[in-house]
């Protein structure tokens, strides 16, 4: 009788979260530019993501989904943020941007200006707060790997991946600092302080390594608590 | 006594509106950037507009409202839509952007693509027109007065203005064609062929001349059905 | 008799000269950028003018050399004027540069302001002069075929072309005016105002009509008195 | 008699070379940018070495010669490298130049890329070594007095300072490393990161400390064997 009891107490609080657990996957959308749009590749970090869940057993609870257009920029994705992610209705959206603001200004001079890039990126975070969504910020990797701050864009990016880091902590948001990320792993990795060939193919785009190493720090963040 | 029914008829529809005319001026917001913001100076187009509409009696019909910021671009007008044109409800909207999108490329690397210049644009058209206001989009005036097309950025200028002609053709919009205007007065007006001076005092910035000029095409623009 | 000493008369100059003539053809070299460089390919435009000579039977009148580097702007030619000009005792040299120094500025951020771009310019045909080399200036040609100036940098290369055509002017040099030639034609050849595939097959590097047209122009220039 | 002949000899060689050294100073000629044209204020850098001489009492031995010019590129040097420099027959040689071939990239798309810095460089370098001056390098000081590399061109300002530092290796050259010396001091006097202020008043030009600094370590290198 007593062991009934302590079955029904379970049942009543365990029962519940396995129904959701088993209906609802949490639904994670990953929302950036070209590295993201190649992130749902056979190699890509999505897949590798979901290859991982998989090896966990883990694969039923969560809905990987990726929302990257090459060439994005942050007010791009603002643009797009009611089609491609609100009105999906994520539980989790990682925001993954800013190497072509940065970029963009030596290569075709349409960069983002720092305080513009920080005004869209704070509205892009109003909007999902206002839906409940739990918004993890990535400071962008690299232009270069080279591991002594002389690839010519280091400055700037180290200069937005500060605004990011003040953006995550004024808005109290989870942090998945992949610049930080990617140099630790450089300076281990990189004895010759070459400029690619690491974890990039041509000092942005990442290679199958670069893409493992962004989906096991993306996992760890989103697994995180 | 038939006769008597349709008078009131016709009253009943008619004395409203003549009402509604005397009671609710036209609302038109001018929407820009820092040739807008200065609109409002005491010499401002969007002050002299105002003289010209009390000159001809006209006053209480309109109500002009600048909303320019300096160093906009078109991106940034789509980030402040919501506050600062939709909520207050106009009737008539002028975008007039372009300069900052052409110009910043060259002077900090932070320009706009041509093809995203469309997409904000007809973004911005789309939500004012989901909201009935009569849209006037207006061609960039210059950076640069020289009339032989040798200002820096003049082949960009054409190209910008061209794309604005065919968003008002695709959306059947009226054009206020004001790089047209411009080209068309300074052939008249600037035989030296002098960068700045005429209709501008740097280039980009408008002379009480400018704003003048500008103030007549913008009136002609609103009056005209 | 005095028939004879005018025959005579004539004779000590006239002769030598044809004597000379027969002796050294003249050396003719090209200086300059990508074009030129591809301009001794088997369809370039200085392969193209040799054959125009000897389809005339001139051939012998004249050593045409190629002396272009891709990327070069005004001053990469300055500082291997020594070399690969002066060094060769030319006794004309055509100078085609412009295009990089103006592409480059939103291509790379690296482009030539227009006052160095006059400074250098006239520091080469200092030197050229001092060596009583015969120099023909030319504008530069195109970045985009659209004939109606909105071509990106239509502005800067109309300048930059200006600034050529008063060089000439003020040191007195023969101009061969490449941008304008390039104009008239288009106008005539180019009625759906395309970017490229006229006389360039990607806005800049010229087809085989490209490097036939530029082949004609630079022969009329050359055989010019 | 044999030894008052060999004393004669020595003589006859060794004491104008004493006189000459005490009638002729060393001439040293500092060639570069807006830094070094304002060297020559009552508080510039030029200045200061002049008086830090004064009281070490060796005002005699050197003759300080300002030879920057706001604006300067590498190139801009090579252009007037003959008549500012060779000409002028200097003993020694500062170099200092970089920051605007770094920094036009972006404020008008006219900086100069790292591999024609490097061939401009060695130019000068060649020419001037065939002149048998001694040429002592300098590495560009800042944009933006951050110590964390977060100033948007400390990226490119470390590559290039890299560049000189393999040029000094390469030639055999004295190097003045004022990047590294800055870094070093910013990390000891900028607590709070600033970004101007301490070394600079407005992140490139030097306030008086600046110039202070900037004295005391090219006075270093200039005494140096």
Not at 37 to 47: D, K, L, R
Not at 81 to 106: C, M, Q, R, T
Not at 134 to 145: A, D, F, M
């Amino acid at each position: 009788m007593k062991l009934f009891f302590k079955f029904l107490q379970i049942a009543i609080f365990v029962l519940p979260m396995i129904a959701m657990r088993q209906d609802k996957p949490l639904k994670v959308i990953f929302f950036g530019d070209s590295i993201t749009q190649a992130g749902v590749n056979p190699t890509g970090y999505i897949t590798q993501m979901g290859e991982m869940l998989k090896a966990k057993n883990q694969s039923n609870q969560y809905e990987l989904i990726g929302a990257g257009i090459g060439g994005n920029k942050v007010y791009d994705l603002y643009l797009r943020l009611e089609d491609d992610v609100l009105s999906k209705k994520p539980d989790v959206v990682f925001i993954y941007v800013g190497i072509n603001d940065v970029w963009h200004k030596a290569s075709s001079g349409t960069g983002t200006d720092p305080d513009k890039y920080v005004k869209f990126y704070e509205a892009l975070i109003k909007k999902m707060k206002a839906q409940n969504i739990r918004v993890i910020v990535c400071t962008p990797t690299v232009i270069g790997e080279r591991t002594d701050n002389s690839n010519q864009h280091d400055g700037d990016l180290n200069q937005y991946s500060k605004l990011i880091r003040e953006i995550a902590s004024r808005n109290s948001l989870q942090l998945c600092d992949l610049r930080k990320h990617f140099a630790d792993h450089l300076i281990q990795n990189n004895p010759e302080n070459k400029e690619k060939g690491i974890l990039t193919t041509d000092r942005v785009h990442l290679t199958d390594a670069g893409n493992k190493f962004l989906a096991e720090k993306m996992l760890e963040a989103l697994v995180q608590k």
